[in-house]
């Protein structure tokens, strides 16, 4: 059996690649568990500045989780439901959107249930034009459960998020952008390159602020200003007492580019 997920190197970004075309890169549990894994090892790695996730062929991005493992969870009991399938997606789900580094979904096909959901939980996103989304899991008699009747209504609005969870219809990347579920459309042969250049363009400011930021606004965006603002303060504070901080200061008054170590 082929791997699951494909990692590749790029430099300080870390190519993955969601590796079931054959199933449009369902999420069964092993690929769910393996993601969890390869975020741990990355988190660690020092020389790893940023993520791009993306799905193999041209067909998917991921079409979601791997309905037949699931029915089978389902027949075995409501917890054994719950644990397998509902948890386990939430806690990956919860994972990309609180990693300390960027992560850029490269959504290069449909993006249907936990595909979508993997879309609303990564820091930013980049579509395809041939990419096609949905919230279908009305289809099949159940709610979303890897957390999107929570991030889509946040990112999309209570009214649009409950048109599409409610109807299950599918809708196009244009109007994915236009709720914000993503931050740019590019034509199909431009994805990588278009994720890959994002990505450039935050790792060239210090890995420690970039950390921050995605702290700060994972932890404040759900809490009231005064909360939040506390939040900020609080990032900044670990970051003041950091050698980029000096460095980019210094770097600045110099009128030079700065060279940032990470600590």
């Known amino acids: 059996m082929s791997e699951l997920i494909m990692y590749e190197q790029k430099g300080a970004i870390a190519l993955l690649t969601l590796n079931r075309p054959e199933k449009l890169n369902a999420l069964n549990y092993a690929t769910n568990d393996l993601l969890l894994t390869l975020l741990d090892s990355i988190e660690t790695d020092h020389y790893t500045r940023a993520v791009v996730l993306t799905g193999a062929g041209d067909r998917a991005f991921s079409a979601g989780g791997d309905i037949h493992e699931f029915t089978e969870s389902v027949k075995a009991g409501i917890d054994v439901a719950v644990k397998n399938f509902c948890k386990r ?12 580094k960027p992560i850029i979904a490269a959504v290069n096909g449909i993006a249907f249930g936990g595909g979508c959901e993997i879309t609303e939980a990564v820091h930013l996103a980049v579509t395809s034009e041939n990419a096609l989304f949905s919230k279908p899991e009305i289809n099949i008699g159940i709610p979303p459960t890897f957390g999107g009747t929570q ?3 946040r990112l999309a609005g209570r009214k649009r998020a409950l048109e599409l969870l409610l109807t299950g219809d599918t809708f196009s990347p244009q109007r994915a952008y236009e709720m914000g ?9 431009q994805l990588l ?7 450039e363009r935050i790792i ?7 950390s ?5 606004v994972t932890r404040g965006i759900n809490t009231t200003i005064e909360e939040g603002l506390l939040i900020e303060r609080e990032q900044f504070a670990r970051m003041a007492a950091t050698s980029d901080v000096h460095e980019g200061l210094n770097a600045w008054i110099e ?9």
């Open 89 to 100: 997606g939430q806690t990956m789900t919860a994972r990309l959107e609180a990693f300390p």
């Open 151 to 153: 991030r889509l209504p």
């Open 181 to 189: 579920l993503v931050n740019k459309i590019v034509p199909h042969d």
């Open 193 to 199: 390159p278009a994720a890959f250049d994002l990505s």
């Open 204 to 210: 060239r400011h210090s890995s420690l602020a970039a």
């Open 212 to 216: 921050r930021i995605i702290t700060a």
């Open 255 to 263: 009128r030079r580019t700065p060279e940032y170590t990470g600590v």
